[in-house]
């Protein structure tokens, strides 16, 4: 059905075969940091895997009335707007990223995750692979035929401010950080507001748990990078990040080593530092 590195991953080869089953659906959910001057919709309507339809996570998976970025809107939005895109009860629904890197198809896949939908998985290599591998692309548009979406909302995946404050002091969970080993520190530059980090954070770069062609490590080389950062799979663990999208990755990366539920701190560092009541620290923890 998928690929023996992960059941929450398929290789290009698997979706080549699979791309015209009646209970395939395709997405590209790409996302790009603010600044980049890319556009993930032109560049999916310029170009994409045949078949597939585009997810917005500014938009599909955005709280209109949250102020932080693309914060877990809630089931009823969420299955009204993924219903339109044909997605739904009864079929397998594969994402994959404009970049190697499945930054935000992580971020769909955890998202589909926490709604009940279990039959979702991330190509892995996203499309550079694909068009490396041999595979067609298109701009031909393919509108989708609606489908019934059943959300049941998975609390265990997700924690919010409350929570990951009331751990500090408690402890209960391990937080890890999938921000870069500087921004975690406190010493490079921060674009979602005061540098540093929550205390009692590790720190996982995401980068670390991915090949150079943005393919995932096999499960023992991210066991491996978890047990060097301090992190204890066989322990409850949350992820946190900037905006709460490479935080899927670790939680991704997670899975693939044998631990099926990680939470998400869904509101991460740009909430965070927004909350004045916020303990901060600095530097890499001793």
Not at 106 to 119: I, K, P, T, V, Y
Not at 161 to 190: H, I, K, M, P
Not at 205 to 228: H, M, Q, R, W
């Amino acid at each position: 059905m998928s690929d023996p590195k992960s059941d929450a991953l398929v290789s290009t080869q698997w979706l080549a075969e699979h791309l015209n089953a009646p209970d395939v659906r395709v997405i590209d959910a790409s996302w790009y940091m603010p600044g980049s001057g890319k556009d993930p919709r032109a560049i999916f309507e310029a170009k994409h895997i045949p078949g597939a339809v585009f997810f917005d996570i500014d938009d599909i998976a955005a709280d209109d009335s949250a102020p932080l970025p693309h914060m877990m809107p809630d089931a009823i939005k969420f299955s009204a707007k993924v219903r339109k895109l044909g997605l739904g009860d009864g079929v397998r629904i594969v994402i994959y990223a404009q970049t190697g890197v499945a930054v935000a198809a992580c971020r769909a896949w955890w998202m589909l995750r926490h709604f009940g939908h279990n039959d979702v998985v991330v190509l892995d290599g996203g499309l550079p692979k694909w068009e490396a591998d041999g595979h067609a692309v298109t701009d031909a548009a393919t509108p989708p035929r609606e489908r019934h979406f059943t959300a049941r909302a998975n609390s265990f995946l997700l924690r919010e401010y409350d929570q990951v404050l009331a751990n500090v002091d408690t402890g209960r969970e391990q937080l890890v950080d999938a921000r870069s080993a500087g921004r975690f520190a406190g010493t490079a530059d921060e674009i979602w507001g005061a540098p540093g980090r929550i205390p009692g954070a590790f720190n996982v770069p995401y980068e670390k748990l991915l090949n150079a062609d943005g393919t995932f490590k096999d499960e023992s080389d991210i066991k491996a990078v978890f047990n060097e950062a301090g992190v204890n799979l066989d322990k409850p663990m949350v992820t946190s990040c900037g905006s709460g999208v490479t935080a899927c990755v670790l939680a991704m990366g997670a899975y693939i080593a044998g631990k099926k539920h990680t939470a998400v701190y869904d509101g991460s560092w740009a909430e965070w530092t927004s909350r004045p009541e916020s303990p901060r620290a600095s530097g890499q923890p001793k």
